[in-house]
């Protein structure tokens, strides 16, 4: 088995996250998967995973093409305010910090 390229990787980790907000609306998922994505990643891998999406087809998940898109959308994120940016460290409900 060959080992994954960068992009691959981004890839499989956007899926990961889409994974995650599958069981909310599709709004709620798109708006979830763009703000964890902008909050956490730093500003390389987006743009590498924004450029990678349509060499890799159906191997990325629809909402996360639609995240990465469509960015922001009008619904609000699902994950709850306190706990969904590093920016707020300690603010949340989180014990790991």
Same mark, same amino acid.
């Given at each position: 088995m060959s080992a994954l390229t960068s992009d691959e990787k981004l890839v499989r980790m956007a899926n990961q996250i889409a994974t995650f907000?599958?069981?909310?609306?599709?709004? %709620? &998922?798109? #708006?979830?998967i763009h703000k964890h994505v902008v909050a956490?990643? @730093?500003p390389k891998m987006v743009a590498s995973l924004r450029a990678c999406l349509p060499a890799m087809g159906e191997r990325v998940d629809?909402?996360?093409?639609?995240?990465?898109?469509?960015?922001?959308? %009008? &619904?609000? #994120?699902?994950?709850?305010?306190a706990?969904?940016?590093?920016? @707020?460290?300690?603010?949340?409900?989180?014990?790991?910090?």
């Open positions: 907000f599958r069981s909310y609306s599709d709004e %709620e &998922a798109v #708006s979830g956490f990643w @730093t629809p909402l996360v093409v639609r995240a990465m898109r469509e960015g922001k959308t %009008e &619904a609000e #994120s699902p994950v709850r305010p706990t969904r940016s590093p920016h @707020t460290l300690g603010e949340g409900a989180s014990d790991a910090g």
